[in-house]
């Protein structure tokens, strides 16, 4: 199996809770490890860029707004398969549906305050990663 990276978000539900501790020890307990980690308050322009892919969507503008609220944990993943692994651990987008014991049945408030993002690709795990991130910055 492949020792692959992914990329994740602690969104501002979470920290507001201080659970940042709660969601890593989550990660890592699924065999991933977090080889690069900032807590920074996302820009209004750096929220609309990265989810550029909703602009269309009715929910677009509330999660912008919800992203900046206040901080967030960017973060790079690592471990055997990471993108699905961490996409497991996280659940699913609406707590509703997240299966019992994930990060979002657990800790998730709503669809939009989900606690964590996780990249859906390698493809999109690479590009977010580059988006927060420089490669010196990953330490693996
Ligand atoms: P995330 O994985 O960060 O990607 C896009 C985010 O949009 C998603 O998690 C949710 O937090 C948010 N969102 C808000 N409303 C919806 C919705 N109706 N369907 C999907 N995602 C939504």
Request: proline share 2%.
């Amino acid at each position: 199996m492949a020792i692959e990276r992914t990329f994740s978000i602690i969104k501002p539900d979470a920290t507001r809770r201080n659970l940042t501790g709660q969601v890593n020890a989550c990660l890592e307990e699924a065999g991933l490890r977090i080889i690069a980690q900032r807590r920074i308050q996302m820009t209004t322009a750096q929220a609309e860029s990265f989810y550029g892919v909703h602009r269309e969507r009715g929910f677009f503008r509330d999660l912008v707004t919800f992203m900046t609220s206040g901080p967030v944990v960017v973060q790079v993943l690592e471990g055997e398969n990471a993108v699905a692994r961490n996409r497991e651990v996280m659940g699913a987008t609406d707590p509703a549906k997240a299966a019992a014991g994930t990060i979002r049945a657990r800790f998730a408030e709503s669809i939009e305050a989900n606690s964590v993002h996780g990249s859906d690709s390698a493809e999109n795990a690479a590009i977010e990663i580059a988006f927060f991130f420089a490669g010196t910055d990953l330490v693996g």
